[in-house]
């Protein structure tokens, strides 16, 4: 099962308020398509530290309720926080980085249809 979401154009809050993180802890987020290191502090989520590198990441919602900006962990325990994921996509690996985080302090993840191929070294393509 492949946890990549459609790719759609990214789009902008409704103007609402994001709720803020709670009992959030810092962690270290692995872009396994690029070998990047996002250290993502505990009151940020990973999307919003990931959109500053790739503004085209697709999302939505920003309250893991659409799985527009849905990702893949390949290493490390996550710490959902959706309300959309269902338990085959969770144990399939999907995560949701607008409000998911890490269980632990890293998380290596795969981005599939949400990077530009140029932001890929060749070797991890
Ligand atoms: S942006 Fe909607 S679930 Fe993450």
Known sequence: MACAAEP????TPNGSPLPPVI???AFTLELA???????IPADR???DVLAETYPGIPYSCRRGFCGTC???VVDGEADHRDGSLT???????????????????RLVVRADL?????AIPEEKR
């Open 8 to 11: 759609t154009s990214s789009s």
């Open 23 to 25: 009992d959030g802890r």
């Open 33 to 39: 398509n690029t070998g990047e290191v996002f250290e």
């Open 45 to 47: 989520s990973a999307l």
């Open 70 to 72: 849905k990702l893949t």
């Open 87 to 105: 338990a085959a996509e969770r144990d399939a690996g999907c995560l949701l980085p607008c409000v998911s985080r890490a269980a632990g302090d």
């Open 114 to 118: 949400h990077l530009p191929s140029t």
